[in-house]
């Protein structure tokens, strides 16, 4: 005899509803299913309980649809010897923009030496990540033809530092450090404005300095994580 889940009912065996109440008659055996809110046992297949109505199906894990993670930014890691080439890029760029005012038009090869050298030490720990930033080593050679009248040396010379301002901007979303992000606004705004009022160059000094300032600081520390060897 088969009893009816809905209203208890002795039905044959081969019954495929209850001749009661018309509800449909499992074929195989019935396995109750407790209910885990009010412990009311239902048939097996049973998708919401009976008495209470609360959902008695469940979806595994693995069939939900996980969100996407979004894409990262690759985070630039600098090492001892990174934040060293950056101490003496820096160096060696404010000083060209410093002998550049001091000694302009004289000693332009010299200057444009500096400046050309120190962008290049600048570049080199963010050209691994974006190879564009070679680029503003080209844009670098623009010093040799700056001048208040040449349009082509003013914005040759800008682009290149602009491209140096990009490449800190990327590094300072890896290491979050306000000193970085600083540095970076102030050479933006002296290649910016100084296309416009070239003394407004002298603006990239304070930046160049806050960078060497931060790479000596990042270099000592790291040298004190540095393991010794046993």
Avoid at 85 to 98: A, D, H, K, Q, Y
Wanted: positive net charge; glycine residues 6%; hydrophobic residues 40%.
């Amino acid at each position: 005899m088969k009893k009816c889940p809905r209203c208890g009912y002795e039905n044959p065996d081969e019954a495929p509803f209850c001749e009661k109440c018309r509800y449909p008659l499992p074929v195989t055996p019935i396995m109750s299913y407790k209910c885990p809110r009010c412990g009311y046992e239902n048939p097996e297949g049973t998708a919401l309980c009976q008495k209470c109505h609360y959902p008695l199906f469940r979806i595994p894990v693995s069939e939900i649809e996980q969100p996407k993670r979004e894409e990262q930014i690759p985070k630039i890691v600098l090492t001892q010897l990174d934040y060293v080439i950056l101490l003496v890029g820096s160096i060696l760029t404010s000083l060209g923009v410093i002998t550049f005012f001091m000694f302009y038009p004289d000693y332009s090869v010299v200057y444009t030496a500096l400046n050309v050298l120190g962008t290049s030490l600048l570049t080199i720990p963010f050209i691994k990540v974006n190879k564009l930033y070679v680029l503003a080593i080209i844009g670098s050679f623009g010093m040799y033809f700056l001048s208040p009248t040449s349009l082509i040396g003013v914005l040759l010379f800008s682009f290149g530092g602009v491209m140096v301002s990009t490449a800190l901007r990327e590094f300072y979303f890896s290491v979050k450090d306000n000193v970085v992000q600083f540095s970076s606004y102030l050479l933006l705004a002296g290649y910016l404005f100084g296309m416009f009022f070239i003394n407004l160059y002298m603006l990239t000094i304070s930046g160049y300095i806050l960078l060497a300032i931060y790479s000596f600081q990042q270099g000592i520390r790291q040298k004190k994580l540095k393991p010794s060897p046993s």
